[in-house]
């Protein structure tokens, strides 16, 4: 149960760690776009929307009609997954009995990409790895940030303290 709320606010921070690494790195805005071409949380909330509606998978989810409430839904399931992805972590901590060290929380955070490659980009119709978009790297560059978020939110949310 300590491991289930120590997530949460570590996730919090990695996730805004990740979001604060777009827009710094590669200078690109959180709420970007014409309402077709918005991107991160919002392209996310788009996606969840169209789920719910029965339609998993998009040719080009940015010429995809945007929805109703996209953006809010997009924030909310973005840290939903950080929180999930931390949980995750601090159980793997637990299970092999490693450290939450700088190094395993940046591995930990480049091996999540694996679901925004193998899962989410191909079924925003941007291909396996997001290789019909400039999303491989991207997706990486910011998995890394997330990582060390949660580094960063380890820290600060010690739970021996």
Known sequence: M??????????????????LERIIVFGVPVPAGD??????????GRWVCYMFKGQFRHA??????PLRAEGAVGWVVHY???????LTYFFLLDLTGLSATLPAAVIYGACTTV???????PAWGMGWFGTKSK??????????????GLFLGTLIFNPLS
């Not at 939903?80 to 931390?86: D, P, R, S, T, V």
């Not at 999303?135 to 060390?148: D, E, K, P, Q, Y």
């Open 2 to 19: 300590k491991e289930v709320l120590f997530a949460i606010p570590v996730g919090i921070i990695a996730t805004a760690v990740m979001d």
């Open 35 to 44: 309402g077709k071409r918005r991107n991160g949380p919002y392209l996310l």
């Open 60 to 65: 080009d989810i940015t010429q995809s009609p």
């Open 80 to 86: 939903l997954i950080g929180w999930n992805l931390a």
């Open 115 to 121: 679901f925004a490659w193998l899962l989410m980009l």
């Open 135 to 148: 999303m491989t790297f991207f997706s990486l560059v910011n998995h890394i940030a997330f990582g060390f």
